[in-house]
C-alpha cells in the first residue's frame, strides 16, 4: 500500500513530532485538534525547534520551509476523506478515542487505516467502534517521535496481517525500526517493561531514599538509561504516566504496575512535569 496523503488527530507534543515525521519523510500530512489555536501553536513549535537546528546548522531552512510546507494545519475530520492513514494521538482515555474513531470512520474511505499511538489502551476495543477493524493497528511513536527510533506496531484481535505488514513499512520509510508485538496486550512491549521500572523509581523517591538527582544519576550511570526514570516521568507528563499505569493494574491485576499515590496528588496539583513547569523537577525558568 502507498502512503501519500496522512492524517494526525491530536496536536500536542507525539501528534506534532508524528506530523513532522511525515512531512519531513515527503508526506503531505494535515495535523488537527479541537480548536486551530491548539494547532497553530503546535505548528509555531515545530517551527522554533528547526529554526534552532537551522542555527546549529543540522538542517538547512529549504529543508525546514519544505518540512512545514507539507504539514498542513486543520480542525474537524474532513481530511480524513484524502487520508491514506489516519495516526490518532490524542490523550488515553478510551472513550474519547472511540468516538473520534467513530467519527473519523464516517469520513474516510474504505482504504483509509487507523493507527492509534495509544500507550495502554486496547486497540480491540478502538476497532470496534468503526466499521474496519481489520485496518485499524497500534502504531506506538516514543517520545520524542522525531528523535527515538522505536515504533512499536499492535494488532487489535481483527487487525489484518496486510495492515501490519503495510504499517511496519511506513515506519521504515519513516526512518524508524519497527518492533511487533503478537496479540493486543496493556502497554506492549517497552512500554509495560518500562512502566515497572518508572514506577519502581517513584516508590523510592516517595519513601525518601535518595534524591530525584541522585535516583537518575544512578540509573543513568549505573545502569545506562540515557534519561532518568524520573526525568523521563517529567517528560512524558506525570498525568500520562499514571494514567498508564492505573491501566496496566487494572488490566493485568500485577502490584508492579500499581501506581503511588504521590503520583497522584502531584497530578492533581497540577505538576505534570515539564509541561506544567513543575514535576519532580522544577522547569521554570
Do not use: W
Amino acid at each position: 500500500m502507498e502512503f501519500n496523503k496522512a492524517m494526525v488527530v491530536g496536536a500536542g507534543a507525539m501528534g506534532a513530532g508524528i506530523a513532522q515525521l511525515f512531512a519531513q519523510s515527503g508526506i503531505p500530512v494535515t495535523l488537527t485538534d479541537r480548536s486551530e489555536e491548539i494547532v497553530s501553536g503546535a505548528v509555531a513549535g515545530l517551527e522554533k525547534r528547526m529554526a534552532r537546528r537551522v542555527e546549529q546548522g543540522k538542517m538547512t531552512d529549504a529543508d525546514k520551509n519544505g518540512i512545514l510546507g507539507r504539514i498542513t494545519a486543520g480542525t474537524g475530520n474532513a481530511a480524513a476523506s484524502e487520508a491514506d492513514i489516519v495516526v490518532e494521538a490524542i490523550f488515553e482515555d478510551m472513550e474519547i478515542k472511540k468516538q473520534t474513531l467513530t467519527a473519523l470512520d464516517e469520513a474516510a474511505p474504505d482504504r483509509t487505516i487507523f493507527a492509534s499511538n495509544t500507550t495502554s489502551l486496547s486497540i480491540s476495543e478502538m476497532a470496534a467502534a468503526t466499521s474496519r477493524p481489520d485496518r485499524v493497528v497500534g502504531m506506538h511513536f516514543f517520545n520524542p517521535p522525531v528523535v527515538m527510533k522505536l515504533v512499536e506496531i499492535m494488532p487489535g484481535i481483527g487487525t489484518a496481517p496486510e495492515t501490519v505488514e503495510a504499517v511496519s513499512e511506513l515506519a521504515r520509510t519513516l526512518g524508524k525500526q519497527p518492533v511487533q508485538a503478537r496479540f493486543d496486550s496493556p502497554a506492549g512491549i517497552g512500554s509495560r517493561v518500562l512502566a515497572g521500572s518508572l514506577n519502581e523509581a517513584v516508590e523510592v523517591f516517595a519513601q525518601g531514599l535518595a534524591s530525584a538527582e541522585d535516583i537518575d544519576a544512578a540509573m543513568k550511570m549505573g545502569c545506562g538509561f540515557p534519561m532518568g526514570p524520573l526525568e523521563l516521568i517529567d517528560l512524558i507528563g506525570v498525568d500520562i504516566h499514571l494514567a498508564k499505569t492505573e491501566t496496566l493494574y487494572r488490566e493485568l491485576g500485577d502490584q508492579r504496575y500499581r501506581p503511588n499515590f504521590l503520583l497522584k496528588k502531584m497530578a492533581r496539583a497540577g505538576h505534570l512535569g515539564r509541561k506544567s513547569g513543575r514535576g519532580f523537577y522544577s522547569y521554570e525558568d
